[in-house]
T-cell receptor
Framework: RKEVEQDPGPFNVPEGATVAFNCTYS??????FFWYRQDCRKEPKLLMS???SGNEDGRFTAQLNRASQYISLLIRDSKLSDSATYLC??????????FGTGTKLQVIP | ETGVTQSPTHLIKTRGQQVTLRCSSQ?????VSWYQQALGQGPQFIFQ???????GRGNFPPRFSGLQFPNYSSELNVNALELDDSALYLC????????????FGSGTQLSVL
């Protein structure tokens, strides 16, 4: 079983739609969680950290469920520019973070 | 844009050869991590260097080695290249081994023939 699992997609959604991604992690000792965005064959860029109480940044909302060991990302009012691969990340200790395989999102006009 | 630069951008090697990839961290960042990203996969942690010492390592064999220099530039060396080493190699700089705000370079695409 992979340490961090994501549905690879692709998720094809129309502009303006709301889309949600889930991610599960197997290491219960994981302490830090993030969502990164990666455009095709470019470097990952931090989208947002994920806090236990949940957090929001504009159209993006991240949630953490420690009991079930999953993380979610909700994107509201999808834009064409949101098309990318979204990587879920769990950090167990400061020297190692584990990336999921990513979920591909394609926003359609 | 991130202040992290990697060279070269693309590289072609043959099986059995050795390769050195380079990374220049963002100014002031004392931590660098290296990742391997195969096509269709997420980045896999290779190792991290903090103040010129290895600070953690993923599940990669010893033929993957690294160096970090006082000016915070770093190298990833891979010996005895195998076909499966073909991937995008990413370095990420950060401050004080922190997990937050990893700044990635644009990567080196390595092809092993």
């Amino acid at each position: 079983r992979k340490e961090v699992e994501q549905d690879p997609g692709p998720f094809n959604v129309p502009e303006g739609a709301t889309v949600a991604f889930n991610c599960t992690y197997s290491n219960s000792a994981s302490q830090s969680f993030f969502w990164y965005r990666q455009d095709c064959r470019k470097e990952p860029k931090l989208l947002m950290s994920v806090y236990s109480s949940g957090n929001e940044d504009g159209r993006f909302t991240a949630q953490l469920n420690r009991a079930s060991q999953y993380i979610s990302l909700l994107i509201r009012d999808s834009k064409l520019s949101d098309s990318a691969t979204y990587l879920c990340v769990a950090g167990g200790s400061y020297q190692k973070v584990t990336f999921g395989t990513g979920t591909k999102l394609q926003v359609i006009p | 844009e991130t202040g992290v630069t990697q060279s070269p951008t693309h590289l072609i090697k043959t099986r059995g050869q050795q390769v050195t990839l380079r990374c220049s961290s963002q100014s002031g960042h004392n931590t660098v991590s290296w990742y391997q990203q195969a096509l269709g996969q997420g980045p896999q942690f290779i190792f991290q260097y903090y103040r010129e010492e290895e600070n953690g390592r993923g599940n990669f064999p010893p033929r993957f080695s690294g160096l970090q220099f006082p000016n915070y530039s770093s190298e990833l060396n891979v010996n005895a290249l195998e076909l499966d080493d073909s991937a995008l190699y990413l370095c990420a700089s950060s401050l004080d081994r922190g997990l937050e705000k990893l700044f990635f370079g644009s990567g080196t695409q390595l092809s092993v023939l």
